[in-house]
């Protein structure tokens, strides 16, 4: 009698098993592929039907084929309430985080950065060295410039946020006093230049604050102009100038107060009658809202 090796009689009842057991699981992964056929041919477009369609065909066949898929359940069920996938919210508020260090108020920081570097240069050596105040105009010039385009930039790419708002006046403000204080300790401008033009700034500032209720002062041409006329003689003035070019810098200056003086009676102007058509029509709308 020929015998057969229970090795062969194992294998032969083994592979009927496996078959038995692979035929109950492909109709799991059948019914999972039917869904997600199913799913995919019912529209073409890439709705919320068509994708929980998807969605949950994978997962009914998964389920049968005996797979597991760690967290879908949560994250299929969350899309599928219309929530936000976990985590979602820590992702946006890193990104809101990060919009602050724009180019816009990057250009701020470095203006804010450049008025101790300003100073540094200009009262090196005893502040009278041409070399030295070269330097310092160099810087000064740096920041006046990069004024011109940090606010172009913030609102034509919306990049407006609640730091630059506050740090871009006081940067301003920061160089152009640390500048004007410089010369006049130093001899080279009067103190009453200095406290005309830092006076209207601090007072116009504070003023702006006070009516803000009532609406907002807009810049005017003339504040430009002021702002640049400003900026060329206080440079003229860090630079070591002589002869005409000295006489020169001293008209420019005069300029400047003169533009100092008349735009910032201006702004008072403007100032009174915002808050005047504030205050009436507070009052209309009270009298309206009790009629």
Same mark, same amino acid.
């Given at each position: 009698m020929t015998g057969v090796p229970a090795s062969a009689a194992g294998g032969s009842s083994g592979a009927r098993r496996a078959a038995a057991s692979a035929s109950t699981a492909v109709p799991g992964k059948v019914a999972g592929a039917a869904a997600a056929r199913s799913a995919d041919g019912a529209a073409p477009s890439t709705g919320p039907g068509a994708s929980s369609g998807v969605r949950h065909g994978g997962t009914a066949g998964a389920a049968a084929a005996g797979e597991t898929v760690p967290g879908e359940d949560a994250g299929l069920d969350a899309q599928d309430d219309g929530k936000a996938p976990r985590g979602a919210k820590i992702a946006a508020a890193a990104v809101n985080q990060a919009s602050?260090?724009?180019?816009?108020n990057l250009l701020t920081m470095l203006r804010l950065l450049l008025v101790p570097a300003f100073v540094a240069l200009m009262l090196?050596?005893?502040?009278?060295?041409?070399a030295w105040r070269s330097l310092a105009w160099a810087a000064f010039a740096i920041a006046m410039i990069t004024d011109l385009f940090d606010g172009h930039l913030a609102r034509t790419y919306n990049l407006v946020t609640d730091f630059g708002k506050i740090a871009d006046p006081i940067a301003d403000k920061a160089i152009m006093?640390?500048?004007?204080?410089?010369?006049?300790?130093?001899?080279?401008?009067?103190?009453?230049?200095? $406290? =005309?033009? @830092?006076? %209207?700034? *601090? $007072? =116009?500032t @504070?003023? %702006?604050? *006070?009516? =803000?209720?009532?609406?907002?002062?807009?810049?005017?041409?003339?504040?430009?102009l002021k702002t640049l006329t400003q900026g060329v003689a206080v440079g003229m003035y860090v630079l070591a100038l002589?002869?005409?070019?000295?006489?020169?810098?001293?008209?420019v200056m005069a300029a400047a107060v003169v533009l100092t003086v008349v735009t910032g009676l201006d702004y008072v102007k403007q100032a009174i009658v915002l808050r005047r058509q504030g205050i009436a029509e507070r009052k209309a709308a009270l009298e309206e809202k009790e009629a």
């Open positions: 602050v260090w724009n180019i816009a090196a050596d005893g502040g009278y060295d041409p006093g640390a500048a004007l204080i410089c010369l006049s300790a130093l001899g080279d401008l009067p103190w009453w230049v200095t $406290g =005309i033009i @830092l006076g %209207r700034e *601090l $007072g =116009i @504070l003023l %702006r604050f *006070l009516v =803000i209720r009532y609406g907002v002062i807009p810049a005017s041409r003339g504040g430009k002589t002869g005409w070019l000295a006489t020169l810098r001293w008209w």
